[in-house]
């Protein structure tokens, strides 16, 4: 009897990765294709779909590959679920970039086989990827889109209400997207989007800080209605390149910047540094609510500030991750409310891991992505496959 093998992702952009994909995966048996709903893409990525549910279901059904398709009715990460309960199926099938542990308790539990695949095109053909189309469609030939930042230690340092405990430092890096970058993940999409509203497909080139100032003031227009002031650190973040720090005392813009862009300092940060994916911040989460802020709370966040910049400088692992520690311990101090939804569950996975050396969650927290040091990046990536390698912007 011919096996059932299933697959499920979103195919928006629909394109020959994805056939090669099927083309493998029906190598198994009769292949059934869980499909996003629209619904789902919106809560996950932030964003409406290209092509709507219905027309995906189309196109999907129309490959020679495909026995049968279906919209997934679950929601999340495992939106899939259900449409499991209908095919019934021997096989689940995933790439390699798609790969998690809980897809493989998944299959022990129901009895399925897990198969990951690596991305690799059609024998002749060009690699494709939904990421890499839309950071085409997104890009210049001097660009490949607009950056974002990982802020590493001094979340919440930027704001007045804190600092006026105790001044201290963020840190930050500006990263190139290499990578799909989702919104409410804590990776300053607000931001990012207001810089997209002037300069859509790159950063101009112009004195970095300057730049800075011109997107937190355009951001923190007098006429914006929520009455919120967003952090300097994400406008500096993404606008300075390299490594930041930026010190701040009572005041929304910090008294002073400080950078690094020593070859050897940012490729060891590249070395131990990665991300895992998790669930979106959800709609409703407000993450200062129950906040404590104390003068001791807000000194403990700028002393593993401290320590933090000074272990990156001298290139010390220990001293790093101790740092990094001890600096989300603070912020979870201030904020518990950062930690909620799905974002335990993580923390208690990854940090059992012995190559796993800290944790934090990148901006306000709530969910989105867990930014993990590790021993070594390019290991952890290859044994982890659902982790996301970072790449610092030198320029």
Known sequence: MTKKVFVS???????????????????????????????????????????????????VKAIRYVKDAYINQGGGMLDFLPTLDIVKPDILVVNSDGASEDKRQLCQQRGMEYIVLEREPHEGMAPRSSTSIKQHLNSTEACIGLPTRLDLAGTWIDQPYVSCHAPG??????????FEIRERCGLSTSTRNQIKRIWPFQLPNMDPEMLARLVFCFENSPEREDGIISGAQD????????????????????????????EAVLSWLEQHLCMIPMEPRAADCNVVNGSSITRPKVQAL????????????????????????????????????MIQGCVQTFIDQYSQYPDVLAWKMPGAGGGGYLALVVDNQKLFCQHHQEAIPLHIRRH
């Not at 840190?171 to 290499?178: D, E, R």
């Not at 406008?235 to 910047?257: M, Q, S």
Request: proline share 4%; with cysteine.
């Open 302 to 337: 700028a002393n593993a500030a401290e320590r933090c910049w000074s272990a990156i400088l001298a290139r010390d692992l220990d001293g790093f991750a101790s740092a990094y520690r001890d600096s989300f311990n603070a912020q979870t101090a201030l904020f518990p409310a």
């Open 235 to 262: 406008a500096i973040g993404i606008c300075i390149p390299g490594l930041c720090r930026h010190y701040y005392d009572n005041h929304f813009w910090p008294e002073k910047i400080e950078t690094c862009n020593d």
């Open 169 to 178: 430092w963020a840190i930050t890096i500006s990263l190139l997207p290499t």
């Open 9 to 59: 992702g979103c195919y928006d952009l629909l394109h020959s990765g994805h056939v090669e994909f099927f083309r493998q995966a029906a190598e198994y048996g009769d292949l059934y294709v869980g499909i996003g709903s629209d619904e789902t893409i919106l809560q996950l990525k932030g964003h409406k779909t290209l092509y709507p549910e219905q027309e995906r279901l189309f196109m």
